[in-house]
């Protein structure tokens, strides 16, 4: 066991005025299983850099600890795959990885077959058994759940829970709770670790904001109160203090020294009720800083004029000579959350793209309502560059109502202001999500629509398809949101 202290750190990327950490101080144990959670653009994979040594910072992080970051970079895939493992880790011993392998469901003959040619589940899987190689190290591993199906999901998931010594970044509230003991949380104004996994979390987070809400109300009320209060006690006070020459109603002269003592006993009191008013404000300073946006999201779903969209019957599709799927049979009706399942390669992908037009050879009938709008999500975010003004502009969205669904979803007014291309992953997904609620259309279709994206966006995205219905077909593998929001599941 060792300890990894971090004292003061604070950092910025060369050329901007905002400090991405500032005076961040915490400690954890480099035999924890730590799961790392924050909203997009926090600077999650920034601090696993600065634990890198990559980046100059102010502060001190002190560990006795080598680290190893994941995924690794992967030069040549067209290589065989035990050639790429070669390249990463030369003085691994064969047996400890076939026993990882073998701890993952991975098949040996994959060894012997280039890397390019896995599936993006066996890609992970190899590349996750090749870093449990490595001995001694504190592992940083960034979001291994992208791209893996709900199976292998639960597979890793296991697979780590039985590893310790490492900091997790997934976003998947299933995955996190199957496999840490700490939670590692960036939020608005600090990172702190807490025991548990991330319902454990979740559940502290929600307490801590609801009687923070609740402090910040009552200091607002008293505040209100002693304002008023102080201001009327020191009316009171100069009235007091004007009547010194006067005299009273019989003719005769005041008492100077009683008038005056009982002037300064109300200003006394005024001085008090103010330094407590101070207090409360300074108390109320404390709260609410680590609240999260998260307000409501809405989706205006345009109604078609039958109540079946899409049909398919025996669908089998095909590339060249090789058969994807094949006697696909069902239907999208008004007000459906379709949940399409499969593993990876099972075909979700290519029915998506039969249904919205492209270009697919495919035997069977298929019919789609005439006229049908669709909104489309893909899973794909390098095609994104620009401004938002120009992307609204170009996909006729409305500017101001696209902006207000991105602020929702956590963005700054300074992340307006940037090319896109310079965005998180999850900030570019959250673009085309956004730009989805805006399509005036009848029926969306999200492919892997939550990849990269927040917990507490995807807690949003839930609550909005739960209180609106929309028509939706998704393919998903957050296993809580996919259970949580499908109404009819599609087995692939």
Request: glycine share 6%; hydrophobic share 35%; aromatic share 10%.
């Amino acid at each position: 066991m060792s300890l990894i202290n971090v004292t003061n750190l604070t950092f910025a990327y060369d050329g901007s005025y905002d400090n991405i950490f500032e005076n961040v101080n915490f400690q954890i144990d480099t035999d924890w299983k730590l799961g790392f959670t924050g909203r997009n653009g926090r600077g999650k994979t920034t601090f696993l850099n600065l634990l890198l040594g990559k980046y100059e910072y102010k502060g001190n992080i002190s560990a006795n600890v080598s680290f190893e970051y994941f995924p690794f970079h992967v030069v040549n895939k067209g290589e065989n795959t035990l050639d790429v493992i070669d390249n990463i880790y030369p003085d691994y011993l064969h047996w400890k990885l076939m026993r990882e392998l073998s701890l993952l469901e991975v098949s040996e003959d994959v060894l012997y077959r280039p890397f390019d040619s896995l599936s993006n589940g066996e890609q992970t899987k190899v590349l996750l058994a090749t870093l449990f190689l490595k001995e001694n190290r504190f592992l940083l591993i960034d979001e291994p759940t992208n791209h893996l199906d709900m199976n292998a999901r639960k597979l890793v998931s296991d697979y780590l829970n039985a590893k310790s010594g490492f900091i997790l970044v997934s976003h998947d509230r299933s995955f996190l709770d199957n496999c840490v003991d700490h939670i590692l949380s960036i939020n608005k104004s600090n990172i702190e670790v807490q025991k548990g996994d991330f319902s454990d979390w979740w559940e502290n987070k929600k307490r801590q904001d609801n009687f923070e809400l609740t402090e910040n109300e009552k200091l607002r009320k008293d505040i209100k109160h002693l304002a008023e209060s102080a201001k009327r006690t020191s009316t009171w006070s100069h009235e007091v203090e004007k009547t010194k020459n006067g005299t009273t109603n019989s003719g005769s002269k005041l008492d100077k020294g009683y008038v005056g003592h009982k002037a300064a006993k109300m200003m006394s009191r005024s001085k008090a009720i103010e330094h407590r008013q101070q207090s409360a404000i300074h108390e109320k300073s404390k709260l609410l800083k680590n609240i999260e946006n998260s307000d409501s999201l809405k989706i205006s779903q345009l109604a078609f004029h039958k109540n079946q969209l899409i049909e398919l019957e025996k669908v089998s599709i095909v590339y060249g000579e090789k058969t994807v799927c094949s006697d696909i049979s069902f239907t999208i009706e008004q007000g459906e959350r379709i949940a399409l399942s499969g593993k990876n390669g099972s075909g979700k992908t290519s029915i998506i793209k039969l249904i919205c037009s492209e270009d697919i050879q495919y035997t069977g009938t298929f019919r789609k309502g005439s006229q049908l709008k669709i909104s489309y999500v893909s899973q794909d975010t390098s095609h994104l560059q620009g401004n938002l003004t120009d992307f609204a502009a170009k996909y006729e969205i409305d500017e101001s109502l696209f902006k207000a669904v991105l602020r929702k979803l956590d963005f700054s007014r300074i992340q307006f202001e940037k090319d896109i291309s310079a965005y998180s992953g999850g900030q570019k997904k959250k673009v085309l999500i956004a730009k989805s609620l805006c399509d005036n259309v009848h029926l969306h279709i999200w492919d892997e629509p939550l990849n990269f994206i927040d917990v507490i966006s995807r807690m949003q995205i839930e609550e909005l398809l739960l209180e609106y219905s929309p028509t939706i077909l998704f393919v998903e593998h957050d296993r809580g949101f996919y259970n949580s929001i499908a109404t009819k599941v599609i087995e692939l």
